[in-house]
């Protein structure tokens, strides 16, 4: 798993803590990641499309 | 003993808002079916790939800032200090709380609750605009509605805090305004600049019937959505003991509610509606339509409706149908699924008859809180309109004068499946019977 933290399972349910990183905190690189994909699909796919209208012409 | 039964309860509550998740899936697969079958063949798969991606689309962006709105925004439209705080705390896509947690039992499954409703809110707006929308702009129109604009009308009228419920005791348990008027009336915005389908009005302005190629693929969908419908209004309750102060279930305002109210009301609202179509247009499309109709009239006050009362809420809304119907048509707005009636139409219904019918009762909990008052319910009314019509009319006015909101007419008349769909609804036909052509 990416992030795994090096505290072993007894310790984090002992915690109560996030158990994706280790360390609190949330991912900005991957939820980055998310929002890059769901801008660059619809620019894409808006682009594929209009491709598909010309070529059918 | 007591720390084990809030233990219990807590994990109870946890289940209980994850089954409502599958369910209001079925909601999906319901729309899908609905929107396949009201669609010509030429376009079937189009609006399939359509209608999936919409949902697609909800999932992230709700997470990214769609659940974060929610919180940010219940006193209007800046975000106060403490809202963004609280916004913060429960909902920054990149804050602890936002993934799986061994202390937050919570966070992720009303998050999924409110991402289906999102979705739901999208997929509405989804039939209206099948066989001619492009799928770029409809992906940004959807993700506008269903990640933004419905969670704003949420924020202010579907939450403790929101100025609708506390200035005005706006009373809506269901979202007849909150999602299914502010769904329809962004239809109506987008339908006004998208226009209608080729073939649709002729010059004197007449309209034609431009027929599914699958009406009993329509009804079942329509019947699907009912079954998820019971999933969706479930999770507008909030959970004994762990979501409540009193150890009572509680609408989402904290005012009181039980399941049994929503057994009774919501089965009577789905009757009356269905019959009240059946009597006006002896149309099996119109009357599973009435069955959504039905429960959208009676959503806003499921939780104090005594059922005959909700049946004939229902019934009223399954018989407006036709005439709200016939009423955008002869104003040349082509609805190809009636979006625009059965959510707009009777979600204003719903939210007046609220007024009408239940003002009195208390919009929160506190003995000393606003009332539930006709004039309350028309304020709110009067904003889900604004929220769904203006947002949807000038975003799709501003994709048209791009160029990007409609297909090209050779594609439109070609069908949009053997333009730009690598794949075929029916690859050996179907198969037409003499007793068909009538």
Known sequence: MIGAPEAGWEQLVADQAAY???VGGGEVFWTAIAAGICVLAIIIGGIQEGSSFRRYK | MEEQLAAAGVIAAEVYYYLTV???????AGFLAYEMGATRMKNVLASGIKNILAFAFMVPTFYLFGWFTYWAFPNGLIPSPENLETAFAYANPIGEVMGPHLGDHATGVFWAAF???AATTASIFSGSVIERIRIGSFLVLAIALGSFFWVVGAAWGWHAGGWLVTDWG???FGAAGVVHMIAGFFALGVLINLGPRFGKFNADGSANDLAGHNMPMTLVGLMLIIVGFFGFLMACLLYPGAFTTNGEWGAIY?????????????LM???GGIIGAWIFTRDPFWMMSGALAGIIACASGLDVWWPPMAFAIGFIGGAILKPSARFFENLGIDDAVGAVTVHGTVGLWGVLAMGIFGSGYGALADAGGPQITFIGQLVGAGVMFSLGFFPGYILSLILRI???L???HHAEIAGLDPVKVPAMAYPEGIPVSPASQH
């Open chain 2, 269 to 271: 609202g789905f009757a």
């Open chain 1, 20 to 22: 994706y990183t280790g």
């Open chain 2, 22 to 28: 599958p369910l209001m899936v079925i909601i999906h």
């Open chain 2, 254 to 266: 904290g005012t009181p509610m039980t399941l049994s109210a929503l057994g009774f009301n919501i």
């Open chain 2, 402 to 404: 791009f160029g990007v």
């Open chain 2, 170 to 172: 706006y009373h809506d």
């Open chain 2, 115 to 117: 991402t289906m409703f």
């Open chain 2, 406 to 408: 409609r297909v090209p």
